[in-house]
């Protein structure tokens, strides 16, 4: 069967992607489509200079495509339903985006017919995996062109050949790489590859010049954060401005270091601060009105949501149920959470709620119960402690240490 000769580029309008155009032009002969989705990293004037980028290169066509709403609806709140942080630090900030990036630009690629569907990454990380799976699972008909990790050139090398095309470009290689999105952004460079490296505050997009503190107050719906400070927002927007609010604090900052799909221990900076502030309000306002055994068995599935979506492992059918036992489980988790703001620190204060099962009704913690009597204390008790008493009757000769 006759291909065509029409690819699809993944680009960002950095060198690696930019290199793709004119490698998939030059040398595979390839008409070339290129488009970027945005996951929230980017803004209008931005988006506009990757397109005038990609059409300087040569493309047939650039389209940039939006799917803010839809990773924040499909992925973001069910992360926030499970409190995921992956190893109990970072909030999947990046990972969680290229499996939605992946889907829409094979959409892409099927409404221009293209026989072929190419990204820039490097042979190195995780999203070679992650946007790889998600072709061969959705699209196996597109064959994957990768020519970055296919030919394992240099930085160096991969400018000279857009200069030798006519595309002498600044290049300057900027000591930190930097991805941004709705849900947070991550920072590599020299000190995220050695074991001890610590990140300057330069590397960070945001500085952190804010003083003092502030308190803010997120306000929840079934689980999801729809209001700040007392205004009804989106989710999307709420989580904007927690971020253009907590960030200038330096808040959100951290080192993950972590175990990746191909099996190599990576180390990366991040920061993100909306996503942390809000997993942790969200999680005080769960502490208040699930039941312990809720609590138990979300913290297992809201952790393995997170792990199976950093594996690339979105599309597996287990996800779904998955999101249906976390979307069941906030049918109570509605209420406001107040949060205070410092430098390099925040804090998740109180809550209201009307499904509060704190309620002094039944009793205060330390102080009185109003449900039973000593009494009935003290036959609990002999009930709970029989089991024990048994075992250690039975083996008199097992001592406790």
Known sequence: MNKNNKVLLAFSGGLDTSFCVQYLKNERNLEVHTALVNTGGFNSEELKAIEQKALELGVASHKN??????????????MIFGNSLRQNTYPLSVSSERIFQALAIVDCAKEIDAAYIAHGSTGAGNDQVRFDLVFQVVAPEIEIITPIRELRLSRQEE???????GYAYNWEKAKYSINQGLWGTSVGGAETLLSDGVLPESAYPVQAVKQGNEKIVIEFEN??????NGKKLSPETVIREIENIAAPYGIGRDIHIGDT????K?????????ALIVINAHRLLEKHVLTKWQQYWKDQIGNWYGMMMHEAQYL??????????LESSQKFVTGSVDVCLQPYHFNATGCRTEHDLMSSKFGEYGEINKAFSGDDVKGFTKILSNQMKIYYAINSTDTIN
């Open 65 to 78: 495509i939006d799917k803010i709403e839809e990773f924040y609806r499909k992925g973001i709140r069910y």
């Open 159 to 165: 400018i000279d050949y857009l200069a030798k095309h």
């Open 223 to 228: 689980g999801e954060p729809v209001g700040l």
């Open 261 to 264: 799909i191909i099996g190599i």
């Open 266 to 274: 990576g180390r990366v900076g991040f920061e993100a601060a909306a």
């Open 316 to 325: 597996e059918p287990v996800m779904r149920d998955m999101e249906a036992f």
